[in-house]
């Protein structure tokens, strides 16, 4: 599908196709700031969207120096844009950069012109539940120099796409190939980072289970090709008899923020939550015995993501209740609050 919007047109939010899908569609503006060593964060604009001018040298371009956040706006049924966990999401990119040798941003001063990108853009963010403002901040190294070292000058653009469900299934079950031959991840590597290279260490193994009618993979870890990892570009969780189980936050799993969201919304209904190193070894004999109740995934764009079933090799593992009690509770939640439905007793929304 062409973008309906390029740069010159004069668009508005009623041109956006439907249905939505994600991440086409874009709005009417940009923010952009700059840094550079000895001045750091300067020259915030808001600027109409247009095709980015970069020397054809900029490292990023080259050495992969970059990385991203996703996170959401939602207009409620009183009309209200609130943004979900801004904080948490602008933490964890000023978290991340130096990971990549890139400078942290600046928290306050990202979210005051994000804040005022909102503002001018507010009247995309859609109308129907379901459908969301997805914000996406983009840190790249600009220098031109092709030597091998951290840039000495980037840039943070923030854009804005109104998108609707992640997965053209929507709340349907997805099919998940356990990949056993690629890694996502390695011990000491980047995939605690939200760095383009992660996702581009992803393709091969995603395009191959799509052709062999999986939606997604699930990936173990680097070293023992054996314990859980991530479920294609969400966290993953299972439900074992009464244990819900997510692997634990290293240096080769990203701390969803999702994924937080959700251990805290379970722990304060009782439920018993694990962050532990788990086998997928476990999870096949679980199905066995009839313990294995369900599986989701997190994340900011899908929210909550069941898993239907499971290709470990010739086996198939089948959660025939999907989506389970626990995702579906969770999406439910997760969605009100979102919406400005539920009470935000955690202060995870911030209203434009
Ligand atoms: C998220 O869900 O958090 C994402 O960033 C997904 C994105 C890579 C499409």
Do not use: C
């Amino acid at each position: 599908m062409q973008n309906p919007i390029s740069s010159g047109a004069s668009p508005s939010p009623a041109r956006a196709p439907a249905p939505l899908g994600f991440g086409r569609v874009f709005t009417e503006h940009l923010l952009m700031l700059q840094w550079s060593q000895g001045r750091g964060w300067h020259d915030a604009e808001i600027r109409a969207r247009a095709d980015l001018a970069m020397d054809p040298a900029a490292a990023a371009l080259h050495y992969g120096q970059s990385m991203f956040e996703g996170l959401k706006a939602f207009r409620g049924a009183d009309g209200v844009v609130r943004v979900f966990r801004m904080d948490a999401h602008l933490r964890r990119m000023q978290n991340g950069a130096p990971r990549v040798a890139m400078p942290g941003i600046d928290i306050e001063l990202t979210r005051t012109h994000l804040l005022e990108l909102l503002r001018r853009d507010a009247a995309w963010v859609p109308r129907e539940r379901g459908q969301s403002l997805y914000i996406r901040p983009l840190l790249y190294a600009t220098e031109p120099f092709l030597g091998v070292r951290p840039a000495q000058t980037y840039t943070l653009l923030v854009l804005l796409s109104p998108v609707g469900a992640y997965y053209d299934k929507g709340m349907e079950a997805l099919r998940i190939w356990v990949e056993q031959e690629h890694v996502r991840a390695a011990p000491g590597g980047l995939g605690a980072v939200k760095t383009g290279a992660n996702y581009a260490a992803s393709l091969v193994a995603a395009a191959r289970a799509k052709a062999n009618g999986f939606d997604q993979v699930l990936w173990l870890d680097a070293v023992h090709r054996k314990n859980l990892e991530e479920v294609g570009t969400m966290n993953f969780f299972v439900r074992i008899g009464d244990e819900v189980i997510t692997p634990p936050l290293g240096d080769t799993i990203l701390a969803g923020i999702t994924r937080d969201t959700s251990i805290a919304l379970l722990r304060s209904w009782g439920y018993k939550v694990s962050e532990r190193t788990i086998g997928i070894e476990e999870v096949v004999q679980a199905s066995r015995t009839g313990a294995l109740q369900e599986a989701f995934g997190t994340g900011t764009a899908a929210v909550i993501a069941p898993v239907g079933e499971l290709g470990v090799g010739d086996l198939r593992l089948r959660l025939p209740g999907a989506p389970g009690e626990v995702g579906s509770r969770l999406y439910s939640t997760i969605t009100g609050l979102q919406y400005g439905e539920l009470e935000d007793t955690h202060g995870w929304l911030s209203a434009i």
